[in-house]
């Protein structure tokens, strides 16, 4: 029994630490303003820098979304990356590419 309560306890941190918890509804007055769009991945790809505003009750702040979408499907997955390096570092159609 004890075995059975401790792991869904565990479960349940694991949920909220790790993976978090699904936001509910979208926050009123966010906005999503595309502020760039270029070929990327020599034609095969869209690049699109995206801003992603909103409001919260510590005040205003954004978030800066660089997404790329093949061309020719309208329904794709994708994959988040949440990463602090710039967009010379991450961006795959950069004249200069890095080691690392």
Request: charged residues 25%; positive net charge.
């Amino acid at each position: 029994m004890w075995e059975s309560v401790r792991r869904l306890e565990i479960l349940e941190l694991f949920r909220e630490n790790v993976y978090g918890k699904d936001p509910v509804g979208r926050p009123p007055g966010m906005t999503f303003e595309i502020t760039d769009e270029s070929d990327a991945m020599d034609g095969k790809a869209t690049r699109k820098l995206v801003t992603i505003s909103y409001q919260s009750p510590r005040g205003q702040g954004a978030i800066h979304l660089v997404l790329f979408t093949p061309k020719g499907i309208t329904n794709s997955p994708c994959f988040l990356l949440i990463c602090n390096r710039g967009s010379r570092n991450i961006d795959p159609s950069r004249r200069v590419k890095s080691h690392f």
